[in-house]
């Protein structure tokens, strides 16, 4: 990604944000109107009711469009430079997500050693490692290998631990590529 298409996602953040939020707060402003309206004009509060539902309908679409922008972003190491994306990352990499991400890892092992998944099987080693660093209280992991780590369980057609057309040594790549994102915890000062 270039600088110039960072600033610009950066824009369609802020933009979408303020769609959000006005959107959203006229919305709620023309509800509670049209609830007022039912004693005082009951005529006017059913259009303003709907008018109300029709703008915080597009308050909702505009979140929608920012979270998904958000979350593509997050794939992209450059745009860690927009904080709403390096918030997202930072939170992918907290221990509770960590752990999270090591049950759902030993959870797909157990179904490899069932005969579910026998793709699995040549990465068991590397994830049943991965899992184990990611409970680990003594290291820390780079948000954007922790974004990678979110990619294998949410990226239907990405993810070679969810695609079975992706070849076995894919799963295995991608999982010492997160691991390479783990470091010793700084001790604090």
């Known amino acids: 990604m270039y600088a110039r298409g960072v600033d610009e996602a950066a824009a369609r953040l802020r933009e979408l944000r303020r769609d959000e939020l006005e959107d959203l707060g006229l919305g709620a402003v023309a509800v509670a109107i049209a609830i007022a309206a039912t004693q005082l004009q009951p005529a006017l509060a059913l259009p303003i009711f709907l008018g109300g539902l029709a703008v915080g309908a597009r308050g909702i679409r505009a979140l929608c469009r920012r979270w998904a922008l958000v979350e ?9 430079v927009i904080a709403e994306i390096d918030d997202f ?23 490899q050693r069932l005969g579910v998944d026998q793709r699995i099987g040549a990465a068991a080693e590397d994830l049943q490692l991965l899992a184990t660093e990611l409970e680990d209280d003594n290291l820390e992991l780079d948000p954007a ?9 949410d990226d239907l057609e990405g993810s070679p631990l969810l695609n079975s057309n992706w070849p076995p040594d894919e799963l295995r790549s991608r999982v010492r590529q997160i691991r390479a994102g783990f470091t010793a ?4 000062a």
């Open 72 to 80: 593509r972003l997050s794939g992209e190491r450059d745009a860690y």
């Open 145 to 153: 290998c922790a974004v990678a780590c979110l990619r294998l369980f």
């Open 89 to 111: 990352a930072a939170r992918e990499a907290t221990i509770e997500r960590r752990r999270t991400f090591a049950a759902l890892i030993r959870a797909r092992l157990r179904d």
């Open 185 to 188: 915890r700084r001790a604090a």
